[in-house]
Protein backbone atom coordinates (compact mmCIF):
# COMPACT_ATOMS: atom_id res chain seq x y z
CA UNK A 1 0.00 0.00 0.00
CA UNK A 2 1.56 3.30 -0.80
CA UNK A 3 1.22 6.36 0.94
CA UNK A 4 1.45 10.03 -0.68
CA UNK A 5 3.38 12.80 1.65
CA UNK A 6 2.98 16.47 0.10
CA UNK A 7 5.37 19.11 1.32
CA UNK A 8 4.96 22.72 0.03
CA UNK A 9 8.49 24.74 0.49
CA UNK A 10 9.39 27.98 -0.37
CA UNK A 11 12.80 29.49 -1.73
CA UNK A 12 13.79 32.77 -2.12
CA UNK A 13 12.75 33.16 -5.54
CA UNK A 14 9.49 33.20 -4.08
CA UNK A 15 8.51 29.89 -6.18
CA UNK A 16 6.21 27.29 -4.04
CA UNK A 17 7.42 23.75 -4.71
CA UNK A 18 4.90 20.93 -4.19
CA UNK A 19 7.17 17.51 -3.27
CA UNK A 20 5.43 14.06 -3.57
CA UNK A 21 7.70 11.20 -1.80
CA UNK A 22 5.94 7.97 -2.51
CA UNK A 23 6.96 5.10 0.18
CA UNK A 24 6.86 1.93 -0.56
CA UNK A 25 5.97 -0.72 2.48
CA UNK A 26 7.39 -3.52 0.20
CA UNK A 27 10.24 -5.51 2.46
CA UNK A 28 13.56 -4.14 1.65
CA UNK A 29 12.01 -1.74 -1.04
CA UNK A 30 13.89 2.18 -0.71
CA UNK A 31 11.87 5.12 -0.32
CA UNK A 32 11.47 7.12 -3.66
CA UNK A 33 10.85 10.86 -4.67
CA UNK A 34 8.78 12.02 -7.46
CA UNK A 35 9.68 16.36 -7.45
CA UNK A 36 6.27 17.75 -8.38
CA UNK A 37 6.85 21.49 -9.04
CA UNK A 38 4.36 24.65 -8.39
CA UNK A 39 5.55 27.32 -10.74
CA UNK A 40 6.21 30.77 -8.99
CA UNK A 41 3.35 32.31 -11.19
CA UNK A 42 1.32 29.99 -8.56
CA UNK A 43 -2.09 32.30 -7.14
CA UNK A 44 -2.62 32.53 -3.44
CA UNK A 45 -5.86 30.38 -4.09
CA UNK A 46 -3.67 27.58 -6.04
CA UNK A 47 -0.72 27.48 -3.10
CA UNK A 48 -3.41 27.06 -0.41
CA UNK A 49 -5.35 24.06 -2.07
CA UNK A 50 -2.03 22.48 -2.12
CA UNK A 51 -1.38 23.14 1.52
CA UNK A 52 -4.61 22.15 2.47
CA UNK A 53 -4.23 18.47 0.72
CA UNK A 54 -0.54 18.37 2.53
CA UNK A 55 -2.44 19.11 5.70
CA UNK A 56 -4.90 16.08 5.25
CA UNK A 57 -1.91 13.73 4.11
CA UNK A 58 0.16 15.10 7.63
CA UNK A 59 -2.88 13.83 9.53
CA UNK A 60 -3.06 10.33 7.75
CA UNK A 61 -5.29 10.68 4.70
CA UNK A 62 -4.56 8.66 1.58
CA UNK A 63 -4.83 10.16 -1.87
CA UNK A 64 -6.65 8.39 -3.91
CA UNK A 65 -9.12 9.01 -7.09
CA UNK A 66 -9.02 12.41 -8.04
CA UNK A 67 -6.87 13.23 -5.74
CA UNK A 68 -4.07 10.98 -6.68
CA UNK A 69 -4.48 12.54 -10.23
CA UNK A 70 -3.61 15.57 -8.67
CA UNK A 71 -0.64 14.53 -7.05
CA UNK A 72 0.72 13.34 -10.36
CA UNK A 73 0.75 16.56 -12.22
CA UNK A 74 3.09 19.04 -12.42
CA UNK A 75 3.46 22.43 -14.39
CA UNK A 76 0.17 24.31 -15.57
CA UNK A 77 -1.42 21.01 -15.66
CA UNK A 78 -1.10 21.35 -11.50
CA UNK A 79 -1.73 24.83 -11.19
CA UNK A 80 -5.06 24.19 -13.27
CA UNK A 81 -6.15 21.59 -11.49
CA UNK A 82 -5.87 22.87 -8.67
CA UNK A 83 -8.13 25.86 -9.57
CA UNK A 84 -10.53 23.91 -10.64
CA UNK A 85 -10.82 21.51 -7.11
CA UNK A 86 -10.08 24.95 -5.11
CA UNK A 87 -13.73 25.90 -5.31
CA UNK A 88 -12.76 29.84 -6.15
CA UNK A 89 -15.28 29.77 -9.11
CA UNK A 90 -18.06 29.58 -6.50
CA UNK A 91 -16.95 31.94 -3.91
CA UNK A 92 -18.03 34.98 -4.87
CA UNK A 93 -21.27 33.96 -6.37
CA UNK A 94 -23.19 34.07 -3.13
CA UNK A 95 -22.09 37.86 -2.24
CA UNK A 96 -22.62 38.76 -5.54
CA UNK A 97 -26.55 38.17 -5.09
CA UNK A 98 -26.47 40.61 -2.58
CA UNK A 99 -25.81 43.32 -5.44
CA UNK A 100 -29.75 43.37 -6.14
CA UNK A 101 -30.24 44.84 -2.97
CA UNK A 102 -27.99 47.00 -2.86
CA UNK A 103 -29.10 48.84 -6.46
CA UNK A 104 -32.56 49.02 -4.54
CA UNK A 105 -31.34 50.51 -1.61
CA UNK A 106 -29.04 53.67 -3.63
CA UNK A 107 -32.09 54.06 -5.86
CA UNK A 108 -34.31 54.34 -2.94
CA UNK A 109 -32.27 56.12 -1.09
CA UNK A 110 -31.03 59.16 -3.79
CA UNK A 111 -35.05 59.74 -4.60
CA UNK A 112 -34.71 58.12 -7.98
CA UNK A 113 -38.17 55.69 -7.51
CA UNK A 114 -40.50 57.80 -8.39
CA UNK A 115 -38.65 61.24 -9.59
CA UNK A 116 -36.16 63.54 -8.47
CA UNK A 117 -37.72 64.51 -5.34
CA UNK A 118 -36.97 66.24 -2.05
CA UNK A 119 -33.20 64.57 -2.31
CA UNK A 120 -32.98 64.90 -5.85
CA UNK A 121 -31.71 67.90 -7.63
CA UNK A 122 -34.86 69.44 -8.37
CA UNK A 123 -38.47 69.65 -6.80
CA UNK A 124 -41.38 67.94 -9.12
CA UNK A 125 -44.90 68.91 -7.75
CA UNK A 126 -46.65 65.08 -7.33
CA UNK A 127 -50.42 64.52 -7.05
CA UNK A 128 -51.26 62.80 -3.75
CA UNK A 129 -53.43 60.13 -3.26
CA UNK A 130 -56.84 60.38 -1.61
CA UNK A 131 -54.85 57.91 0.68
CA UNK A 132 -52.16 60.44 1.44
CA UNK A 133 -49.40 57.92 -0.35
CA UNK A 134 -48.18 57.47 -3.78
CA UNK A 135 -48.15 53.86 -5.11
CA UNK A 136 -45.01 53.18 -7.27
CA UNK A 137 -43.51 50.43 -9.59
CA UNK A 138 -40.07 50.32 -10.69
CA UNK A 139 -38.92 47.22 -13.37
CA UNK A 140 -34.87 46.66 -12.44
CA UNK A 141 -32.22 45.02 -14.64
CA UNK A 142 -28.71 45.01 -15.05
CA UNK A 143 -25.22 42.97 -16.20
CA UNK A 144 -21.84 43.30 -14.54
CA UNK A 145 -18.52 41.92 -15.54
CA UNK A 146 -15.59 41.62 -13.01
CA UNK A 147 -11.84 40.73 -14.17
CA UNK A 148 -10.32 37.88 -11.83
CA UNK A 149 -7.19 38.49 -10.24
CA UNK A 150 -3.95 36.31 -11.32
CA UNK A 151 -2.43 37.26 -7.80
CA UNK A 152 -4.95 35.30 -5.72
CA UNK A 153 -6.44 33.34 -8.07
CA UNK A 154 -9.86 34.74 -7.48
CA UNK A 155 -12.41 33.62 -10.82
CA UNK A 156 -13.83 36.50 -12.64
CA UNK A 157 -17.44 36.83 -12.46
CA UNK A 158 -20.24 37.83 -15.00
CA UNK A 159 -23.86 38.19 -13.67
CA UNK A 160 -27.08 39.55 -15.06
CA UNK A 161 -30.62 40.34 -12.97
CA UNK A 162 -34.37 41.32 -13.74
CA UNK A 163 -36.78 42.19 -11.08
CA UNK A 164 -39.60 44.58 -9.99
CA UNK A 165 -40.21 46.51 -6.93
CA UNK A 166 -43.08 47.95 -5.27
CA UNK A 167 -43.71 50.37 -3.01
CA UNK A 168 -45.70 52.98 -1.16
CA UNK A 169 -44.80 56.57 -0.58
CA UNK A 170 -45.78 59.10 1.65
CA UNK A 171 -45.75 62.92 2.59
CA UNK A 172 -45.15 63.57 5.98
CA UNK A 173 -45.41 67.37 5.74
CA UNK A 174 -42.31 69.60 6.76
CA UNK A 175 -40.43 68.62 3.82
CA UNK A 176 -40.44 65.28 4.95
CA UNK A 177 -41.17 61.61 2.64
CA UNK A 178 -40.80 57.61 3.79
CA UNK A 179 -41.88 54.68 2.16
CA UNK A 180 -41.77 51.06 2.14
CA UNK A 181 -40.83 48.91 -0.53
CA UNK A 182 -40.78 45.13 -1.63
CA UNK A 183 -38.13 43.81 -4.57
CA UNK A 184 -38.57 40.81 -6.43
CA UNK A 185 -35.55 39.73 -8.37
CA UNK A 186 -33.87 36.56 -10.12
CA UNK A 187 -30.48 36.46 -10.83
CA UNK A 188 -27.97 34.22 -12.90
CA UNK A 189 -24.22 34.27 -12.45
CA UNK A 190 -21.20 32.59 -14.23
CA UNK A 191 -17.54 32.34 -12.87
CA UNK A 192 -14.24 31.38 -14.79
CA UNK A 193 -13.29 27.85 -13.95
CA UNK A 194 -16.85 26.49 -14.48
CA UNK A 195 -18.69 27.95 -12.01
CA UNK A 196 -22.71 29.35 -11.88
CA UNK A 197 -25.30 30.17 -9.92
CA UNK A 198 -28.99 31.04 -10.06
CA UNK A 199 -30.85 33.22 -7.16
CA UNK A 200 -34.08 34.31 -6.20
CA UNK A 201 -34.36 37.08 -4.31
CA UNK A 202 -37.18 38.78 -2.19
CA UNK A 203 -36.17 42.33 -0.83
CA UNK A 204 -37.97 44.45 1.72
CA UNK A 205 -36.95 48.40 2.17
CA UNK A 206 -37.39 51.46 3.61
CA UNK A 207 -36.13 54.75 2.73
CA UNK A 208 -36.98 58.55 4.06
CA UNK A 209 -35.76 61.84 2.39
CA UNK A 210 -36.07 65.39 4.79
CA UNK A 211 -35.22 69.30 3.08
CA UNK A 212 -33.53 71.19 5.82
CA UNK A 213 -34.11 74.91 4.63
CA UNK A 214 -34.80 73.55 0.93
CA UNK A 215 -31.44 73.23 -0.25
CA UNK A 216 -30.16 70.87 2.01
CA UNK A 217 -31.23 67.42 2.67
CA UNK A 218 -30.55 63.97 3.92
CA UNK A 219 -31.78 60.96 2.48
CA UNK A 220 -31.44 57.37 4.05
CA UNK A 221 -32.40 53.76 2.72
CA UNK A 222 -32.38 50.17 5.00
CA UNK A 223 -32.79 46.97 3.22
CA UNK A 224 -32.69 42.99 4.56
CA UNK A 225 -32.77 40.63 1.56
CA UNK A 226 -33.37 36.94 1.03
CA UNK A 227 -31.20 34.57 -1.60
CA UNK A 228 -32.45 31.20 -2.76
CA UNK A 229 -29.55 30.46 -4.34
CA UNK A 230 -28.26 26.83 -6.17
CA UNK A 231 -24.96 26.84 -7.38
CA UNK A 232 -22.87 24.65 -9.65
CA UNK A 233 -19.49 24.39 -10.98
CA UNK A 234 -17.28 21.65 -12.81
CA UNK A 235 -14.47 19.73 -12.33
CA UNK A 236 -12.81 17.71 -15.24
CA UNK A 237 -9.29 16.95 -13.40
CA UNK A 238 -10.69 13.34 -13.37
CA UNK A 239 -13.66 12.74 -15.78
CA UNK A 240 -15.98 15.06 -15.59
CA UNK A 241 -17.51 16.19 -12.42
CA UNK A 242 -20.74 18.72 -11.47
CA UNK A 243 -21.02 19.34 -7.69
CA UNK A 244 -24.06 21.80 -7.02
CA UNK A 245 -25.39 23.44 -3.62
CA UNK A 246 -28.09 25.34 -2.41
CA UNK A 247 -28.20 27.08 0.25
CA UNK A 248 -30.61 30.44 1.59
CA UNK A 249 -28.58 33.74 2.25
CA UNK A 250 -28.93 37.04 3.41
CA UNK A 251 -27.88 40.19 3.08
CA UNK A 252 -28.63 43.87 5.37
CA UNK A 253 -27.76 46.86 3.45
CA UNK A 254 -28.21 50.59 3.55
CA UNK A 255 -27.44 53.71 2.17
CA UNK A 256 -26.60 57.39 3.90
CA UNK A 257 -26.60 60.48 1.20
CA UNK A 258 -26.33 64.19 2.19
CA UNK A 259 -26.32 67.12 -0.10
CA UNK A 260 -27.29 70.48 -1.21
CA UNK A 261 -28.99 71.66 -4.12
CA UNK A 262 -28.40 75.20 -5.84
CA UNK A 263 -31.37 76.86 -7.99
CA UNK A 264 -29.43 77.68 -11.36
CA UNK A 265 -32.34 78.91 -12.36
CA UNK A 266 -34.47 78.24 -15.59
CA UNK A 267 -35.59 75.29 -14.18
CA UNK A 268 -32.08 73.81 -13.61
CA UNK A 269 -30.20 72.89 -10.48
CA UNK A 270 -26.83 71.23 -9.36
CA UNK A 271 -26.23 69.11 -6.14
CA UNK A 272 -22.95 68.11 -5.01
CA UNK A 273 -23.55 65.41 -2.72
CA UNK A 274 -21.83 62.52 -0.53
CA UNK A 275 -23.03 59.26 0.33
CA UNK A 276 -22.14 56.15 2.11
CA UNK A 277 -23.44 52.38 1.11
CA UNK A 278 -22.73 48.83 3.48
CA UNK A 279 -23.68 45.32 3.03
CA UNK A 280 -23.37 42.55 5.06
CA UNK A 281 -23.95 38.78 3.26
CA UNK A 282 -24.16 36.15 5.61
CA UNK A 283 -23.91 32.56 4.21
CA UNK A 284 -24.55 29.40 6.40
CA UNK A 285 -22.50 26.35 6.24
CA UNK A 286 -23.09 24.02 3.07
CA UNK A 287 -22.54 21.77 1.26
CA UNK A 288 -21.60 20.52 -2.06
CA UNK A 289 -23.13 17.18 -4.05
CA UNK A 290 -22.53 15.72 -7.10
CA UNK A 291 -25.06 16.12 -9.58
CA UNK A 292 -22.87 13.91 -12.05
CA UNK A 293 -19.39 12.20 -11.84
CA UNK A 294 -17.41 11.56 -8.76
CA UNK A 295 -17.90 13.67 -5.23
CA UNK A 296 -14.37 13.27 -4.76
CA UNK A 297 -13.96 17.26 -4.99
CA UNK A 298 -17.70 18.45 -3.62
CA UNK A 299 -16.47 20.85 -0.59
CA UNK A 300 -18.12 21.80 2.56
CA UNK A 301 -18.20 25.55 2.91
CA UNK A 302 -18.50 26.89 6.58
CA UNK A 303 -20.11 30.26 7.27
CA UNK A 304 -19.37 33.40 6.05
CA UNK A 305 -20.22 36.75 6.72
CA UNK A 306 -18.81 39.52 4.42
CA UNK A 307 -19.44 43.09 4.59
CA UNK A 308 -18.64 45.79 1.87
CA UNK A 309 -18.84 48.97 1.97
CA UNK A 310 -17.89 52.06 -0.32
CA UNK A 311 -17.92 55.67 -0.46
CA UNK A 312 -19.34 58.05 -3.36
CA UNK A 313 -19.21 61.35 -4.05
CA UNK A 314 -20.29 63.63 -6.90
CA UNK A 315 -23.14 65.45 -8.41
CA UNK A 316 -26.75 65.20 -9.42
CA UNK A 317 -27.89 67.38 -12.35
CA UNK A 318 -31.54 68.23 -12.78
CA UNK A 319 -33.44 69.90 -15.90
CA UNK A 320 -37.41 70.61 -15.48
CA UNK A 321 -38.71 71.81 -18.62
CA UNK A 322 -42.47 72.55 -18.95
CA UNK A 323 -44.76 70.96 -21.59
CA UNK A 324 -47.75 70.90 -22.90
CA UNK A 325 -49.25 68.64 -20.92
CA UNK A 326 -47.33 67.82 -18.08
CA UNK A 327 -44.11 68.14 -17.68
CA UNK A 328 -40.78 66.67 -18.73
CA UNK A 329 -37.21 65.81 -15.86
CA UNK A 330 -33.85 65.49 -17.42
CA UNK A 331 -31.21 64.02 -14.54
CA UNK A 332 -27.54 63.04 -14.84
CA UNK A 333 -25.37 61.94 -12.05
CA UNK A 334 -21.59 61.55 -12.01
CA UNK A 335 -19.59 60.80 -9.22
CA UNK A 336 -16.94 58.83 -8.02
CA UNK A 337 -16.63 55.71 -5.68
CA UNK A 338 -14.43 54.77 -2.96
CA UNK A 339 -14.12 51.03 -1.44
CA UNK A 340 -13.16 50.19 1.54
CA UNK A 341 -13.33 46.92 2.34
CA UNK A 342 -11.31 43.98 0.82
CA UNK A 343 -12.21 40.89 -1.18
CA UNK A 344 -14.10 37.98 0.80
CA UNK A 345 -12.23 34.52 2.05
CA UNK A 346 -14.20 31.34 2.34
CA UNK A 347 -12.91 28.54 4.84
CA UNK A 348 -13.75 25.14 2.74
CA UNK A 349 -12.66 21.69 2.90
CA UNK A 350 -12.95 18.56 0.79
CA UNK A 351 -15.64 16.24 2.32
CA UNK A 352 -13.68 13.08 0.90
CA UNK A 353 -10.79 14.07 2.69
CA UNK A 354 -10.30 15.05 6.61
CA UNK A 355 -8.28 17.86 7.66
CA UNK A 356 -8.07 19.64 4.61
CA UNK A 357 -8.56 23.06 5.39
CA UNK A 358 -8.15 25.61 3.36
CA UNK A 359 -8.70 29.62 2.91
CA UNK A 360 -10.06 30.52 -0.99
CA UNK A 361 -9.71 34.07 -1.82
CA UNK A 362 -12.72 36.24 -3.27
CA UNK A 363 -12.27 38.78 -5.82
CA UNK A 364 -10.85 42.18 -4.23
CA UNK A 365 -13.97 44.74 -5.39
CA UNK A 366 -12.53 47.89 -7.15
CA UNK A 367 -10.86 50.34 -5.28
CA UNK A 368 -11.72 53.70 -7.13
CA UNK A 369 -14.28 53.64 -10.06
CA UNK A 370 -16.82 56.08 -11.82
CA UNK A 371 -20.67 55.92 -11.43
CA UNK A 372 -22.81 57.81 -14.06
CA UNK A 373 -26.48 58.02 -14.56
CA UNK A 374 -28.69 59.73 -16.74
CA UNK A 375 -32.67 59.93 -16.33
CA UNK A 376 -36.31 61.11 -17.73
CA UNK A 377 -39.07 61.63 -15.85
CA UNK A 378 -42.55 62.55 -17.92
CA UNK A 379 -45.90 63.52 -15.71
CA UNK A 380 -48.43 63.88 -18.24
CA UNK A 381 -51.15 64.21 -16.26
CA UNK A 382 -52.93 64.73 -12.91
CA UNK A 383 -53.03 60.89 -12.11
CA UNK A 384 -49.62 58.89 -14.22
CA UNK A 385 -46.35 59.71 -14.43
CA UNK A 386 -43.38 57.63 -15.63
CA UNK A 387 -39.91 57.44 -16.26
CA UNK A 388 -36.37 55.55 -17.60
CA UNK A 389 -33.34 55.56 -16.22
CA UNK A 390 -29.76 54.12 -17.25
CA UNK A 391 -26.84 53.88 -14.60
CA UNK A 392 -23.07 53.05 -14.74
CA UNK A 393 -19.74 51.71 -13.53
CA UNK A 394 -16.53 51.54 -14.76
CA UNK A 395 -12.99 51.26 -13.27
CA UNK A 396 -10.30 48.63 -12.29
CA UNK A 397 -11.43 45.77 -14.23
CA UNK A 398 -15.27 46.25 -13.44
CA UNK A 399 -18.02 47.35 -15.53
CA UNK A 400 -21.74 47.49 -14.70
CA UNK A 401 -24.73 48.59 -16.23
CA UNK A 402 -28.44 48.86 -14.83
CA UNK A 403 -31.78 50.19 -15.92
CA UNK A 404 -34.66 51.11 -14.57
CA UNK A 405 -38.22 51.62 -15.97
CA UNK A 406 -40.79 53.52 -12.94
CA UNK A 407 -44.12 54.37 -12.80
CA UNK A 408 -47.01 56.06 -10.42
CA UNK A 409 -50.15 56.04 -10.63
CA UNK A 410 -53.06 57.53 -8.52
CA UNK A 411 -55.98 56.02 -7.80
Not at 132 to 146: E, K, N, T, Y
Request: proline share 4%; with cysteine.
Amino acid sequence: MARHILMITRKRSLRATLLACVLSAAAGAAASALPITLPASSTTNQINTALGLNTAVSGGAKLTGGFATVSGLSGAALQNALTQISGSATVDLGVATSLGGSSLVDILASGGVIAPGLSGTITLSSPTSPLGALPWAVGLAGHSDISGSTTSGAAGLSSGSAGIALGVEKDLGDNTAMGLSLGLDHQSLSAGAGGSAHSNDVTLGVYGRHSFSDPFYIAAALAYGWHDIESRRVVTVSGTDMLAAGFSATDLSGRLELGYRFDLGGGMAVAPFAAFSADSFSTPAYQERAVSGSPSFALSYAPLTTDNQHFEAGLHFGDDLAMTPGRLSLTADVAWAHQLTGPAQAQVSFQALPGSNFLVNGLQPVSDSALLGVGLHMTSSENLSYGIGVQGQVGGGTSAVAGTLSLLWQF
